[in-house]
């Protein structure tokens, strides 16, 4: 099971919740074990209603297309179908006339009425949510956007050995790709040698490669690959990661073509060790407004000028998620979390961009990608 459920039930008893509706498509992957693309769409909603009471058992929501697959894939035993996509299927199976339909009918069906739900206040479009409450008359909403960040943040051991396994196969993606930098081979040859690897690996699908090369696509954050071919002295930054299991990587390196300036090296050195020493302060019980300030310190003191609004975030089903690692984020750091430590510094033009991944565990921090290449220079 994804979810860490005695997690999700003690936050919902702090904050007096009975329930939580699960519209977000990844909240309802963490809540079901179902992973399926179809959930992002609009037009098909998929939802699950996680009970705080262990008598009341889960119930999920899919469109008919979605249904046998669902009962596949969850552990979630009771899945109900409404029609969209298809009206019938090859199982002698009744499914209900729309999504809220299904959703009155799950609540009904446990007598559970006058509840106090904790929903997703930051993505439910209005029309959505106004005919959802009309579809449960008496009970109370209250947003729980954040709370569900917290139950999130600490993965179970299922989410760590998913999350391990997408890093592993990154930094192999990785090694293709530096392994692919040389004088006329393009952003893109680049990125093919990179995603040919991670689905050679084992990754369902490439999650993003971002490809930035010379000083006039350098500094930029999420540039996409392009024909540009590389030229000796030239600066190359690199971000990417996989889905494996539906969980992300992520992590960055940048390379310069050849010989690199006495400048360009120390400002590499420096991320490069501020990436390693802010990862290993990761410790449980210390929050992550005293990791940032500790961090941006430390980096101060190394780099004059380093800038950065934020060290680094949680990772998951996302790529984003809690805990981030900023000045006014009092989040406590517990065994479970996974967390990118990410920075970067301007340097003639270019963004020196450089990412690790950690988990924190009883004992500390582990660092996932230290095996990963950290030279600045590629031979050419």
């Given at each position: 099971?994804?979810?860490?459920?005695?997690?999700?039930?003690?936050?919902?008893?702090?904050?007096?919740?009975?329930?939580?509706?699960?519209?977000?498509?990844?909240?309802?992957?963490?809540?079901?074990?179902?992973?399926?693309?179809?959930?992002?769409l609009a037009s098909r909603p998929f939802a699950a209603v996680a009970f705080r009471d262990a008598a009341l058992e889960p119930f999920l929501v899919v469109p008919s297309v979605d249904f046998r697959l669902a009962k596949h894939m969850s552990w979630i035993q009771d899945v109900r179908a409404y029609i969209r996509a298809e009206k019938a299927s090859d199982r002698d199976r009744e499914f209900y006339p729309d999504f809220f339909a299904a959703v009155r009918a799950g609540f009904q069906d446990r007598k559970a009425a006058g509840l106090r739900l904790g929903y997703e206040e930051t993505v439910l479009p209005a029309p959505f949510f106004d005919q959802v409450r009309a579809?449960?008359?008496?009970?109370?909403?209250?947003?729980?956007?954040?709370?569900?960040?917290?139950?999130?943040?600490?993965?179970?051991?299922?989410?760590?050995?998913?999350?391990?396994?997408?890093?592993?196969?990154?930094?192999?993606?990785?090694?293709?790709?530096?392994?692919?930098?040389?004088?006329?081979?393009?952003?893109?040859?680049?990125?093919?040698?990179?995603?040919?690897?991670?689905?050679?690996?084992?990754?369902?699908?490439?999650?993003?490669?971002?490809?930035?090369?010379?000083?006039?696509?350098?500094?930029?954050?999420?540039?996409?690959?392009?024909?540009?071919?590389?030229?000796?002295?030239?600066?190359?930054?690199?971000?990417?990661?996989?889905?494996?299991?539906?969980?992300?990587?992520?992590?960055?390196?940048?390379?310069?073509?050849?010989?690199?300036?006495?400048?360009?090296?120390?400002?590499?050195?420096?991320?490069?060790?501020?990436?390693?020493?802010?990862?290993?302060?990761?410790?449980?019980?210390?929050?992550?407004?005293?990791?940032?300030?500790?961090?941006?310190?430390?980096?101060?003191?190394?780099?004059?000028?380093?800038?950065?609004?934020?060290?680094?975030?949680?990772?998951?089903?996302?790529?984003?998620?809690?805990?981030?690692?900023?000045?006014?984020?009092?989040?406590?750091?517990?065994?479970?979390?996974?967390?990118?430590?990410?920075?970067?510094?301007?340097?003639?033009?270019?963004?020196?961009?450089?990412?690790?991944?950690?988990?924190?565990?009883?004992?500390?921090?582990?660092?996932?990608?230290?095996?990963?290449?950290?030279?600045?220079?590629?031979?050419?």
């Amino acid at each position: 099971m994804l979810m860490n459920r005695s997690r999700a039930q003690r936050l919902m008893a702090e904050q007096g919740l009975d329930a939580l509706f699960l519209r977000n498509a990844l909240n309802v992957t963490y809540a079901s074990d179902f992973h399926n693309a179809g959930a992002s769409l609009a037009s098909r909603p998929f939802a699950a209603v996680a009970f705080r009471d262990a008598a009341l058992e889960p119930f999920l929501v899919v469109p008919s297309v979605d249904f046998r697959l669902a009962k596949h894939m969850s552990w979630i035993q009771d899945v109900r179908a409404y029609i969209r996509a298809e009206k019938a299927s090859d199982r002698d199976r009744e499914f209900y006339p729309d999504f809220f339909a299904a959703v009155r009918a799950g609540f009904q069906d446990r007598k559970a009425a006058g509840l106090r739900l904790g929903y997703e206040e930051t993505v439910l479009p209005a029309p959505f949510f106004d005919q959802v409450r009309a579809a449960l008359p008496g009970c109370s909403w209250v947003p729980a956007s954040e709370m569900i960040g917290r139950i999130r943040a600490v993965k179970t051991p299922e989410e760590i050995a998913n999350l391990k396994r997408a890093a592993e196969i990154t930094v192999k993606a990785h090694d293709s790709f530096r392994q692919a930098i040389a004088v006329g081979a393009t952003e893109r040859d680049l990125a093919l040698a990179a995603q040919f690897t991670m689905l050679r690996e084992g990754a369902e699908k490439v999650g993003f490669i971002y490809v930035g090369s010379n000083a006039t696509r350098g500094f930029a954050h999420h540039p996409f690959p392009t024909d540009v071919p590389l030229k000796r002295g030239d600066f190359v930054k690199v971000d990417m990661g996989c889905v494996y299991r539906g969980y992300e990587s992520d992590f960055v390196r940048s390379y310069i073509l050849g010989r690199a300036t006495d400048r360009q090296q120390e400002v590499y050195r420096a991320l490069d060790e501020g990436s390693l020493a802010i990862g290993m302060y990761l410790k449980p019980g210390r929050s992550c407004i005293d990791v940032y300030n500790w961090g941006f310190t430390f980096m101060n003191e190394r780099l004059p000028g380093y800038a950065r609004e934020f060290l680094g975030h949680g990772i998951g089903l996302g790529p984003h998620e809690e805990p981030r690692l900023h000045e006014g984020n009092p989040m406590v750091l517990e065994p479970g979390m996974v967390i990118c430590i990410e920075h970067s510094f301007y340097l003639d033009g270019a963004r020196y961009h450089f990412e690790d991944t950690f988990v924190i565990e009883e004992s500390g921090p582990v660092c996932w990608t230290a095996a990963l290449g950290r030279s600045l220079e590629v031979a050419v």
